[in-house]
């Protein structure tokens, strides 16, 4: 049987498209990229390109055969010069230095925020078929990879370039043969770098995605650490792990000895293209065409640029490096949202609450049809139950109300706009959610119940949490409000978290409210509690509720029984029961104690 492949379909990602990401964020900080350029420069200058030049000065006054006043306050004068070029290239290093930390920071800051809020907007979909690990490990190494590009952008490869053109340009003047020598080796080092840093970067890109791979399934395993221990297949569990470690130790391996290979063939090129310079150096200095300071001239500039290339194999190694590290989170930025805001989409306006649902078709994969052709008209003010056998639908029915999902045909309209045409954000707003299994954030139980509304006072919160009946548990804590509930509110029962979304709905007080199984983990008494706070609460509004338990809707206006997507029964409990059809049989087991009533 053929496996289903996991997750999204991704674009296709090239270099530029990376540098892309990147130049969209940092050109923003323009006057920050300029003066990292120029105080890169300078100590480049200074340092590398006419420092050599005052040395070569000394030692031909040192080697002139003459030791009078003039030669001693000349070698003077000359030590104070390079005294001066390293002064100023020590001030304008540090500058950068400052510069590059403030620039690097805040594009840094900002292209992980671009990236969490376009991530952010994904649709439910995509969340469902990607783990939220490889997601903060893909953010995280994108925002690195900028750091590593432009260190070495500006740390070596301008300086470099700089270093290149004016070392070539002093020697012409000295040996235009050592120039073309030079230049050779130049030219066969970087062809040489490029091409083994291409041949590396497949298995760079493997590397990076093993080590997603590996990453999701740690956070897969960590997230679900319960029912591994219930079930006890710890062992299990370190053998799925250790085979996604050990993808991800191999591809490691064979990406640094790769790169092993790459610098012994590198360093004996050096080796002897070294030594062929410093030959012919010796020849032109035997035949008087080349003075002694000319010569320790060119092993000084011969001798940086030798360290400057062996990096330039390692920048461009890393470059390509960074590229796939950052591949994998373009690869998601490039990827659509699923659910859009149609162009000039408006606010939804609710003005009663009224749900039409004509003609709705859904299908999760082809040939699978969830919803066909669903007709449903919710009055204003109307309570509705949806009821069914697991798969029938109720659950997509909300998604889709959401827009968590969009309709394959039909239309859904909230008092006559279709949801569709207007903002996601203001439709949601529109509606409270109380989902059966409440996933609540690692944050204070107040801020968890304030986002229902965030700019919520203490009082109305505290308001909130009495009505849905945890005021009582949340008083007897040490830290009352101020209780961190753990990772998805591992720290509270079932029932209390229930109760805690309970409140969140009751301090949003939509006008439109969809409780899913909201009481299911609830014991007797608190759904007798709760129930009172629910009745409360949907009280002039529109009110859609998905059951399993039917004692919990007898007193719905209206109940509509769900089957293979399709609509079979509707209609109140009592004309329901006297029709002998599914929502019977079904009250008939649960009321005979076959599934009794909690």
Request: glycine share 6%; net charge neutral; hydrophobic share 45%.
């Amino acid at each position: 049987m053929n496996k289903q492949p996991f997750g999204p379909k991704y674009p296709k990602v090239t270099v530029s498209d990376v540098l892309g990401e990147y130049l969209n964020v940092a050109r923003r900080h323009w006057v920050g990229l300029w003066a990292s350029l120029v105080t890169v420069v300078i100590p480049v200058i200074a340092v590398d390109i006419v420092t050599p030049l005052y040395y070569k000065k000394l030692i031909d006054i040192s080697t002139d055969g003459t030791r009078g006043e003039f030669s001693v306050e000349a070698l003077t004068w000359v030590i104070f010069v390079i005294l001066v070029l390293n002064l100023v290239s020590w001030v304008s290093f540090r500058t950068y230095t400052f510069v590059m930390s403030h620039l690097q920071s805040a594009i840094m800051k900002s292209l992980r925020q671009n990236a969490y809020d376009y991530v952010i907007g994904h649709s439910y979909n995509f969340f469902s078929n990607t783990f939220a690990g490889s997601l903060v490990q893909k953010i995280n190494r994108f925002m690195r990879s900028f750091e590593r590009l432009t260190d070495r952008f500006f740390g070596e490869i301008v300086p470099l370039l700089v270093k290149v053109i004016g070392i070539c340009l002093v020697l012409w003047y000295t040996s235009p043969v050592l120039v073309l020598a030079v230049s050779v080796w130049m030219v066969v080092f970087f062809f040489m770098s490029l091409l083994f840093a291409r041949w590396k970067i497949p298995y760079d890109i493997e590397s990076a995605a093993m080590e997603s791979r590996a990453s999701a399934s740690l956070a897969d395993s960590l997230s679900n650490h319960t029912t591994i221990q219930l079930f006890n297949r710890f062992i299990h569990e370190s053998v799925l792990f250790g085979s996604a470690n050990k993808a991800h130790g191999d591809a490691i391996r064979k990406k640094w000895n790769i790169g092993n290979t790459i610098d012994a063939v590198q360093s004996l090129v050096n080796i002897l293209l070294e030594f062929a310079i410093f030959y012919i150096a010796i020849r032109l200095w035997g035949m008087n065409l080349l003075s002694v300071g000319a010569f320790v001239l060119i092993q000084i500039y011969i001798i940086g640029l030798m360290r400057t290339f062996w990096g330039w194999s390692r920048i461009l190694r890393d470059l390509y490096e960074s590229f796939a590290d950052a591949k994998e989170m373009v690869e998601i930025l490039k990827l659509g949202h699923g659910i859009k805001d149609q162009s000039g989409a408006r606010e939804l306006q609710v003005h009663s609450g009224e749900i039409v649902l004509e003609k709705v078709r859904f299908d999760f994969n082809a040939g699978h049809s969830v919803l066909d052709g669903i007709d449903m008209r919710i009055k204003a003010g109307e309570r509705v139950a949806l009821i069914g056998p697991s798969g029938a639908g109720k659950s997509t029915l909300v998604r889709l109300l959401l827009r968590l999902y969009d309709i394959e045909a039909g239309e859904i309209s909230i008092d006559g706009q279709s949801i569709r045409s207007v903002t996601q954000g203001s439709l949601r707003e529109a509606i409270s959610f109380v989902p059966q299994d409440p996933i609540l954030f690692h944050r204070t139980l107040k801020e968890n119940i304030k986002y229902g509304k965030t700019d919520a006072t203490d009082d109305e919160v505290i308001q909130a949490s009495k009505l849905a009946h945890c005021h009582e548990f949340i008083s007897a804590l040490p830290y009352q409000y101020d209780t961190y509930v753990g990772e998805r509110g591992i720290k509270l029962s079932g029932g209390e978290r229930q109760r805690v979304a309970i409140a969140r709905a009751i301090l949003k007080n939509a006008p439109i409210l969809v409780l899913d199984e909201a009481t299911s983990s609830l014991d007797s008494q608190s759904e007798l509690l709760i129930q009172d706070a629910l009745d409360s609460l949907m009280k002039g509004k529109t009110v859609i509720v998905i059951a399993h338990r039917l004692s919990t809707i007898r007193k719905m206006d209206r109940i509509v029984v769900l089957d293979h997507g399709k609509v079979i029964e509707e209609g109140t409990h009592a004309s329901l029961i006297e029709r002998d059809g599914m929502y019977a049989k079904l009250w008939s087991l649960q009321s005979h104690g076959f599934i009794k009533d909690a």
